[in-house]
Antibody, heavy 119, light 112 residues
Framework: QVQLVQSGAEVKKPGSAVKVSCKAS????????LSWVREAPGHGLEWMGG????????NHAPKFQGRVTITADKSTSTVYMELSSLRSEDTARYYC????????????WGQGTLVTVSS | DFVMTQSPLSLPVTPGEPASISCRSS???????????LDWYLQKPGQSPQLLIS???NRASGVPDRFSGSGSGTDFTLEISRVEAEDVGIYYC?????????FGQGTKVEIK
């Protein structure tokens, strides 16, 4: 079973950037597509984008275009989500979640990373 | 973007009784391959979301059979045949028919 372990909580200033990591079980990484989903207070769940590491294919939600960068390091089975030009509304818990390549259902989730944007 | 609308947004339930949540999409989620790209997730208090139902009606591994999903095209339903106390949380539908994938607003299920 896939396990996803995310990096720890972050506190950032407005205008700065944050980079969150998500490490997957090494024996499954080549079969995975990984998405980033955030949960802002009072806003429910929001899909930010995803990556298929074995293909190098990346997709971003238009809302985050230009601010979000999703990358993968196949050597360490880790995906990253970097969000720039942070504002207070980006305060949220950020989750990585996986599906098997060729499917879309997010059947495994990381524990979440709390990002707080505050001056 | 596909807009997902859930109802109700709040659902008080009695243990042992059935419960039902509706999810409507602004566009059809039925692909020409015959699959409906609609999933249901449950976020229990203090936990990460978990997949309950994929492709409209397929229970995920380990999900109790009291949960069932139905529907096609634009209208979908999640049913719990007999609610248990551990079922409390926020239920979300999500479409993956076309990026950006989008979630419904969430339905908060709580025990009466």
């Amino acid at each position: 079973q896939v396990q996803l372990v995310q990096s720890g909580a972050e506190v950032k200033k407005p205008g700065s950037a944050v980079k969150v990591s998500c490490k997957a079980s090494e024996d499954t990484f080549s079969r995975l597509a990984l998405s980033w989903v955030r949960e802002a207070p009072g806003h429910g769940l929001e899909w930010m984008g995803g990556i298929i590491p074995i293909l190098g294919a990346v997709n971003h939600a238009p809302k985050f275009q230009g601010r979000v960068t999703i990358t993968a390091d196949k050597s360490t089975s880790t995906v990253y989500m970097e969000l720039s030009s942070l504002r207070s509304e980006d305060t949220a818990r950020y989750y990585c979640a996986s599906s098997i390549v060729g499917t879309t259902s997010l059947d495994q989730w990381g524990q979440g990373t709390l990002v707080t944007v505050s001056s | 973007d596909f807009v997902m609308t859930q109802s109700p947004l709040s659902l008080p339930v009695t243990p042992g009784e059935p419960a039902s949540i509706s999810c409507r999409s602004s566009q059809s989620l039925l692909h020409r391959n015959g699959n409906n790209y609609l999933d249901w997730y449950l976020q229990k208090p203090g936990q990460s979301p978990q997949l309950l139902i994929s492709m409209g009606s397929n229970r995920a591994s380990g999900v109790p059979d009291r949960f069932s999903g139905s529907g096609s095209g634009t209208d979908f339903t999640l049913e719990i045949s007999r609610v248990e106390a551990e079922d409390v949380g926020i239920y979300y539908c999500m479409q993956a028919r076309q990026p950006p994938w989008t979630f419904g607003q969430g339905t908060k299920v709580e025990i009466k």
